[in-house]
Every structure is written in C-alpha cells, then in structure tokens.
C-alpha cells in the first residue's frame, strides 16, 4: 500500500521568513496531493492540492511543487504571519486505490514574533 | 465545496458504552470515509462507507468494533461500540471522489474515562 512520509516533525520560523514542508511517497498510482493545515480543535482544513498532470500550483502565499520522477512534493509558505501556526499535514491518493487518502506524520509550524 | 456537519462535536463516554457519530452532507458525494486521528497523530483510516452495502474496512479495524451505516448519498453514521480508553481520539468523516477534493468534518472529539 501506499506511505507518505513527511519532514521535518517541527519546524519553527520568524514573521515573515519561508517554511518549507517535503514529502514523499512511494506508490507511482498515487495521483492526488493535498495539504492540510489543522489548528488545535479543529478538523483538518484543505489549503491546497496537486494533482499528478501538474508541476507546481500557487494560491497566494501558498505553493505546492510534485515531482512525479521523484516521488515528492513539497509545500512552500511564504510571508510567514503567526496565523500559519498549526499542524500540516500531506497526504497522497491513487484513484485505483479506492481513492484512500494516506497522511503524512504531519509537521508542527510555529511562527515566532 | 460541500459542506459537512458531524455530530456530537465532542463527548466523554464511560468505558463498556458505545457512541454514534453521524456525519451529514449538504449534496449528494459518491465516496465517504471515516478516519480516527489518536493523541498528537495522523489520520487513519477507518474504512470506506458505502451507500447501500457494507463497509470496507482496513486493516486493524473490524465490523464489531465499528460498525458504519450508509442509508444514502448524504448521510452516513460511525458507531464506536465496548469503548475503552484507548478509543479517546478525534473520528472524522471525509469525503473524496476521483475528480473531488478531499474535505473534512470538524470531527467528533471523543473522550472515553
């Protein structure tokens, strides 16, 4: 079955500097790659998704890059606010597999003053 | 995007009980998942409710313990049953399909003491 892995578990960053999320996943199926972000509480909320016939998608401060070759793609924050603070999480879905999400482990971003 | 409404947001339930969590759409979604996310974890997933049939369960989770109705495409309920403490988790209902996103419900927070 599939597995996503993802790095790093914490990440910390000033205002207004980059975070960088990356993940990898190992089955070559898997053609759907959203990111979540869950605030304490919360459920998971979709900021973003990839799909395997793109390289890259932006949504403002968010980007999202796929290397299918690879088997990774990465979430990119940019302008960091202390609002982006929480707990991501990656995951991958082959639309063979029943359409089954797998998750990553998740990262926890704090973003300092 | 759909719009998901899980009941109970949260409970505490005594050990030997059990709780049903009801899960409700506001249009129709050919596929829904229910996922458990432990203590400071990842999602997994629970099994795939399937309108009119049985559910498909994953590994590490069976009928017994979690048993899932699907009567139509906008609704569906996960039952917890003989709750122990080691159940106290976030349960979440998901929906996805091949050419969908992937959102989810707020949860149901569960406590069992």
């Known amino acids: 079955g599939e597995n996503v892995e993802q790095h790093p578990s914490t990440l910390s960053v000033q205002e207004g500097d980059s975070a960088v999320i990356k993940c990898t996943y190992s089955?070559?199926?898997?053609?759907?790659f959203p990111w979540y972000k869950q605030e304490l509480g919360k459920g998971p909320q979709l900021i973003i998704d990839i799909r395997s016939n793109v390289g890259e998608k932006k949504d403002q401060r968010i980007a999202v890059t796929l290397n299918k070759t690879a088997k990774h793609f990465s979430l990119h924050i940019t302008e960091t606010q202390p609002e982006d603070s929480a707990v991501y999480f990656c995951?991958?879905?082959?639309?063979?597999?029943?359409?089954?999400?797998?998750f990553g482990t998740g990262t926890q971003l704090k973003v300092e003053l | 995007s759909a719009v998901i409404s899980q009941k109970p947001s949260r409970d505490i339930c005594q050990r030997g009980t059990s709780l049903t969590i009801q899960c409700q759409v506001d249009s129709q979604v050919t596929m829904m998942f229910w996922y458990r996310q432990q203590p400071g974890q990842s999602l997994t997933l629970i099994a795939t409710?399937?309108?009119?049939?049985?559910?498909?369960?994953e590994s590490g989770f069976v009928i017994d313990k979690f048993p899932i109705s699907r009567p139509n495409l906008t609704f569906s309920t996960l039952t917890v049953s003989n709750m122990s403490p080691e159940d106290s988790s976030i349960y979440l209902c998901s929906l996805g399909s091949p050419n969908t996103e992937a959102f989810f419900g707020q949860g149901t927070r569960l406590t069992v003491v």
């Open positions: 409710a399937n309108q009119g049939s049985e559910a498909t369960y």
């Open positions: 089955d070559s199926a898997s053609n759907y």
């Open positions: 995951a991958a879905r082959a639309t063979g597999g029943g359409n089954k999400l797998t």
